[in-house]
């Protein structure tokens, strides 16, 4: 499912599941991504400058916000390029205020 091709009548339509797959795209790219590093949450997290309970929170879910350097470490610490995950960051952002802001675009 491509993110430009998300409609408001596809959104109404969407399961539970299909929304949190959009809400948490950045959280469960990061654990995936560490995961095939075979790579402790523990690790990461020292790896990127970072408390283990600050990562946790980024596998949970929590995006960012004007935060490039910490993007930047994480970016690092996965082996990606860091507007790769900026751009999931801020796509997992929009959905987060998309699917959480109230009615959706055209619902009466």
Partial sequence: MS???ISASKMR???VAERN?????????????RQALVMS????AESAGMRTSEWSVLEAGWVPE???KLLQA??????????QLS????ASRY????LFSGPLPGAS
Avoid at 41 to 44: F, M, N, T, W
Avoid at 74 to 83: D, F, P, Q, S
Avoid at 95 to 98: G, H, P, S, V
């Fill in 3 to 5: 993110i430009t091709s």
């Fill in 13 to 15: 339509t969407m399961s």
């Fill in 21 to 33: 797959q959009l809400i948490l795209m950045l959280a469960s790219y990061i654990r995936r991504r």
């Fill in 41 to 44: 949450v523990e690790r990461a």
């Fill in 66 to 68: 004007d935060e490039p």
């Fill in 74 to 83: 994480v970016a690092r610490t996965l082996e990606i390029g860091y507007l």
């Fill in 87 to 90: 751009f999931i960051a801020e």
């Fill in 95 to 98: 959905n987060q205020e998309f």
